[in-house]
């Protein structure tokens, strides 16, 4: 199945690159009901994210948190600069960041984390060199939410969220957030912003992300009208 679905992602005329979703493996579960998530998660890195381009003919070149020898096993984190902008992907699952609480079984997650704080300075770190107005970051999971109240004892993006913070209020652009939680109404599709730190829900069907360097807020956003959902095929 995955590999039919690279072949379809690769019919794509312009450059197209795979942000990773709880669904496509975090969740994932064998007949026995028991976690398979690392597999998958190993089988996706290998046949999506192999080498330093997009998917699509018009091959977007990326660089990949891969290329450095201390992270070389998270080739799905990787970045790229189009028209003064910094586009970035993070795997930040939406399941709580696929945080087990199961004691001992989260060397993922932590191996993870450790790779996704270094990954989020570097974007920053070029984004602030290459003197760009405006980082876009691509996750599943919304990491500006707030928990909400529930049993859960650990928030899977605590220390992102502290992260993220701190970066932007000492980046002078501005940083949108796109992620996958919780999936929004077309209807109701629009950036929120808190001072230079925004995030927009996505969920199926398209968006199109607008970047207008005199515009005040940077983004705007256009979404698939829904009559012409109802007529895909």
């Known amino acids: 199945?995955?590999?039919?679905?690279?072949?379809?992602?690769?019919?794509?005329?312009?450059?197209?690159?795979?942000?990773?979703?709880?669904?496509?493996?975090?969740?994932?579960?064998?007949?026995?009901?028991?976690?398979?998530?690392?597999?998958?998660?190993?089988?996706?890195?290998?046949?999506?994210?192999?080498?330093?381009?997009?998917?699509?003919?018009?091959?977007?070149?990326?660089?990949?948190?891969?290329?450095?020898?201390?992270?070389?096993?998270?080739?799905?984190?990787?970045?790229?600069?189009?028209?003064?902008?910094?586009?970035?992907?993070?795997?930040?699952?939406?399941?709580?960041?696929?945080?087990?609480?199961?004691?001992?079984?989260?060397?993922?997650?932590?191996?993870?984390?450790?790779?996704?704080?270094?990954?989020?300075?570097?974007?920053?770190?070029?984004?602030?060199?290459?003197?760009?107005?405006?980082?876009v970051l691509f996750c599943d999971g919304n990491l500006l939410a707030k928990p909400g109240v529930s049993g859960r004892k650990r928030d899977g993006f605590a220390e992102m969220r502290r992260q993220i913070g701190s970066l932007a209020a000492q980046f002078t652009g501005k940083v949108l957030v796109i992620h996958g939680a919780p999936a929004a109404p077309t209807s109701s599709r629009r950036i929120n912003w808190q001072g230079k730190l925004g995030e927009l829900a996505v969920g199926p069907g398209w968006v199109k992300l607008s970047v207008n360097q005199s515009a005040p807020t940077l983004f705007s956003v256009a979404v698939e009208p829904a009559q012409a959902r109802n007529n895909h095929h």
């Not at 019919?11 to 979703?21: Q, Y």
């Not at 975090?26 to 330093?52: I, M, Q, T």
């Not at 018009?58 to 992270?71: D, E, H, L, M």
């Open 1 to 135: 199945m995955y590999g039919q679905k690279k072949s379809l992602l690769q019919t794509a005329k312009n450059g197209l690159i795979v942000s990773l979703a709880a669904s496509d493996w975090a969740e994932c579960k064998n007949e026995n009901g028991r976690s398979v998530a690392n597999g998958k998660l190993n089988r996706l890195r290998d046949l999506f994210f192999s080498d330093e381009f997009s998917l699509g003919e018009s091959r977007i070149p990326v660089i990949r948190q891969s290329t450095t020898a201390k992270f070389r096993n998270f080739p799905e984190n990787a970045r790229w600069e189009i028209g003064g902008i910094m586009f970035a992907t993070l795997n930040l699952p939406a399941n709580n960041n696929h945080f087990v609480f199961d004691a001992g079984r989260n060397g993922e997650f932590e191996d993870r984390l450790v790779a996704n704080r270094d990954w989020l300075q570097r974007i920053f770190m070029h984004a602030a060199r290459d003197e760009l107005n405006g980082i």
